[in-house]
T-cell receptor, first 111, second 113 residues
Framework: GEDVEQSLFLSVREGDSSVINCTYT??????LYWYKQEPGAGLQLLTY?????DMKQDQRLTVLLNKKDKHLSLRIADTQTGDSAIYFC???????????FGAGTRLAVHP | EAEVAQSPRYKITEKSQAVAFWCDPI?????LYWYRQILGQGPELLVQ????????DSQLPKDRFSAERLKGVDSTLKIQPAELGDSAMYLC???????????FGSGTRLTVV
């Protein structure tokens, strides 16, 4: 079945850029998402990209998709302490486009 | 902004007891999902509904878990009997159509003792 891998932890200084990476196995995935989860809360949709796109920018967020390498990344510009959370990539898979998630990347922002 | 409503927010139950969770998706969203998130892991899909029909329950432990969405609106997920390993966050999500952005509820945190 579909497998989604993420690095578990990222630490950045406030004001720097953060880059969170995700690799996946299903080359037929149509929709690729980034979600943010704060402690004790549900998942908040940040942004998404369709498989026919290479890049999408939304304010401080930039999503890059390399379909050849099955690699998805999320760049957060000017990272703030409020960006500290766990970030999940979600990859659509199967005939009903269910979302398969990675284990999440914990982003820690320090002064 | 429209939200996915879930209740209860927290639930503590003894093993071998029955427990149920409720989800009310965003109005008009045809697709509803139940996910389980074990601490430190990503969410895992348990069941997906399209209107009132189950379209994917391949990861649902059917010997103890059941889910229904009788009128194609709100949904209930039940566990009977609960086991210690069922302790997790149960997340409900809905989408207007398959593949559009999923909106998640705040989840129900279940602790089985």
């Amino acid at each position: 079945g579909e497998d989604v891998e993420q690095s578990l932890f990222l630490s950045v200084r406030e004001g720097d850029s953060s880059v969170i990476n995700c690799t996946y196995t299903d080359s037929s995935s149509t929709y690729l998402y980034w979600y943010k989860q704060e402690p004790g809360a549900g998942l908040q949709l940040l942004t998404y990209i369709f498989s026919n796109m290479d890049m999408k920018q939304d304010q401080r967020l930039t999503v890059l998709l390399n379909k050849k390498d099955k690699h998805l990344s999320l760049r957060i510009a000017d990272t703030q302490t409020g960006d500290s959370a766990i970030y999940f990539c979600g990859i659509s898979s199967g005939g009903y486009n269910k979302l398969i998630f990675g284990a999440g990347t914990r982003l820690a922002v320090h002064p | 902004e429209a939200e996915v409503a879930q209740s209860p927010r927290y639930k503590i139950t003894e093993k071998s007891q029955a427990v149920a969770f409720w989800c009310d998706p965003i109005s008009g969203h045809a697709t509803l999902y139940w996910y389980r998130q074990i601490l430190g892991q990503g969410p895992e899909l348990l069941v997906q509904f399209q209107d009132e029909s189950v379209v994917d329950d391949s990861q649902l432990p059917k010997d103890r878990f059941s889910a229904e969405r009788l009128k194609g609106v709100d949904s209930t997920l039940k566990i009977q009997p609960a086991e210690l390993g069922d302790s997790a966050m149960y997340l409900c999500a809905s989408s207007e159509r398959q593949g559009s952005g999923y909106t998640f509820g705040s989840g129900t945190r279940l602790t089985v003792v």
